[in-house]
């Protein structure tokens, strides 16, 4: 039931209440008419004054019940007209052009009207159904139920986690018209502003801070100390400062490194709750990536060896996100399981099953414990190690953020002395 059709309802509703109490008042005014028909054949004075008062105030209230039902004044009724009545189709019709989730609810939290913005955000509301068949927070209800029963506007915070994150500012506040007293509304309407990307932001500020503060402690640390060498015992020794500006230069490198991952994992985080819509074949992404690493694997000893399938993989992607996948599994595969000397890189494709992109390394393995952590941020499994081949702790973190944005999942196996397998499953 729309707001408009409800109010139709309401006008019925009190029309028909009207009619009824005049029907209960037909048999007093018949009886009074005849009696005064009666006292004048018979010229009882007495009895002509009495019914004709009778008559008088009847129809006096037949006037008043009438006006009443125009008017519907707060003196009879208790609820302005305007309160009520105020031009809901109007207000429709521009909550229907706003871009910002809309929902006119009646005092039992009844949907009378959702907009386009709140369907696309909060899924169909069902016509006319209960506000908890859609959201049922116990803090929105809770809410609702105090605005109606005080009349005031209320707010909260309320955060939905599927599809993804999404925080939102809800609003309810009683539909009244001007001077209208509180408490008199039968409409409310329910707002929903979109504060997510706010406390992305607010996030992201926090913990790149935080991060980048304690990452890049021990480079800038070690750039001090080679700078004062340089300048106080090394000032005369070239070949201590050719050693020393080597070892800056590395630490540099490294702190641009960082950097950069940080802020490719910020940008990341700012449209993770939007899917992308491109079509991207993956087997010659994945043969491109594997040429760029040639070099690398070649200093490292390792043997990079394809599994592709025949005709095209398609899926739906941002196709330099998928590079940036395919390419930190496959530098890391080479780096930490250079052991093995061997990197197998599988991309399979079968009827009715979802692809699937895997790198397998003969290294020495994960230890279990730390596979459910390995997608943090600056997580290592051996500091030492990381640092010594160059990694910033981001790698990871990247990967799964991608993926999420992309819907798909990282699936890691990993037994001690035999190597890891780490699965992309789209």
Not at 45 to 66: C, E, K, N, P, Q
Not at 157 to 168: C, D, K, N, T, W
Request: net charge negative.
């Amino acid at each position: 039931m729309s707001v408009v059709e409800a109010v139709q309802k309401d006008g019925r509703q009190t029309g028909m209440q009207v009619a009824s109490k005049i029907r209960r008042g037909w048999p007093i005014f018949v009886v009074a008419t005849l009696v005064a028909i009666i006292a004048w054949l018979l010229h009882i004075d007495i009895l002509m004054v009495a019914a004709g008062w009778v008559l008088i105030a009847l129809s006096v209230f037949a006037i008043r019940l009438g006006s009443a039902a125009v008017t519907n004044t707060p003196e009879e009724e208790g609820i302005e007209d305007d309160a009520d009545d105020q031009p809901l189709a109007e207000v429709v019709s521009a909550y229907r052009a706003l871009d910002i989730p809309i929902l006119i609810l009646s005092s039992d939290a009844t949907v009378l009207f959702h907009n386009p913005a709140a369907e696309r955000a909060l899924g169909e509301f069902p016509q006319g159904a209960h506000l908890s068949a859609r959201l049922r927070s116990p803090g929105i209800l809770d809410m609702v139920r105090e605005t109606v029963a005080t009349g005031e506007p209320n707010q909260m915070e309320h955060s939905e986690r599927l599809p993804s994150e999404r925080v939102y500012i809800l609003r309810i506040a009683p539909i009244l018209a001007e001077g209208a007293p509180v408490g008199s509304a039968r409409f409310y309407v329910l707002s929903f502003r979109d504060v997510s990307e706010l406390r992305r932001l607010d996030r992201m500020r926090s913990d790149f801070v935080a991060n980048a503060s304690h990452e890049l402690r021990t480079p800038l640390a070690s750039l001090r100390g080679f700078i004062e060498t340089i300048q106080g015992p090394a000032k005369a020794d070239a070949r201590a400062q050719e050693k020393f500006l080597g070892i800056m230069h590395d630490q540099a490198t490294r702190m641009s490194r960082l950097v950069d991952d940080l802020l490719s994992l910020s940008r990341l985080e700012l449209k993770s709750h939007i899917a992308p819509d491109q079509r991207v074949d993956l087997l010659p992404l994945v043969c491109h990536v594997r040429d760029a690493l040639l070099p690398l694997a070649s200093d490292l000893g390792v043997d990079i060896r394809m599994h592709m399938p025949e005709g095209k993989v398609e899926v739906t992607g941002d196709r330099d996100e998928l590079v940036q996948v395919v390419e930190n599994l496959i530098e890391n595969a080479c780096k930490y399981g250079q052991e093995g000397e061997v990197v197998d890189v599988y991309l399979t494709r079968e009827e009715g099953q979802p692809v699937e992109f895997s790198v397998v390394d003969r290294g020495p393995g994960i230890p279990a414990e730390h596979v459910p952590r390995l997608t943090e941020r600056f997580y290592r499994v051996s500091v030492a190690d990381s640092r010594s081949k160059k990694g910033t702790g981001l790698g990871l973190a990247i990967v799964k953020h991608i993926l999420t944005r992309h819907r798909a999942r990282l699936i890691v196996k990993s037994e001690i002395g035999r190597g890891t397998t780490f699965t992309v499953r789209f």
